[in-house]
């Protein structure tokens, strides 16, 4: 999808599987499964890195199972250094993810996206993870 001369490949939110059926149904190509729109609607936690890799692997996997097309997942900071990042690759290769995206945030001072204040971490950190 991403080689595709000169389209531009929309990649919408899903927060649930029926929804997830509903874009697939619609022609939707790709969806991002983010830690605040799903995470927060099924646990009432704020997008802060307060949902565990468990959590958003095991939404993830219903959503997986509802559509055809690839899913995003939001892997907040990876969990951990790079053991828990190697396992969080492998746990959404094992539910049938199509890619993982991690923020480049301190894993210490996790705040949303749209937060003043966010930390970024070295680039020798980001690599390492």
Do not use: N
């Not at 939707?28 to 995470?39: D, K, L, M, N, Y």
């Not at 539910?95 to 993982?100: N, R, S, Y």
């Not at 937060?115 to 390492?128: D, L, P, Y």
């Amino acid at each position: 999808l991403l080689a595709r001369p000169g389209v531009v490949l929309a990649v919408l939110g899903t927060p649930d599987a029926g929804s997830a059926k509903i874009m697939d149904a619609a022609g939707v190509e790709a969806a991002f499964i983010g830690t605040s729109i799903t995470g927060g609607r099924y646990t009432g936690l704020a997008d802060t890195g307060l949902i565990s890799s468990t959590e958003a692997l095991w939404i993830a996997k219903f959503i997986a199972g509802a559509c055809s097309f690839p899913l995003l997942l939001d892997g907040d900071t990876g969990h951990g250094g790079p053991g828990a990042v190697k396992r969080l690759v492998q746990e959404c290769i094992h539910v049938g993810l199509g890619g993982l995206r991690l923020d480049d945030q301190t894993i210490e001072a996790k705040r949303m996206t749209q937060s003043a204040g966010i930390e970024i971490a070295s680039r020798e950190m980001a690599v390492e993870r």
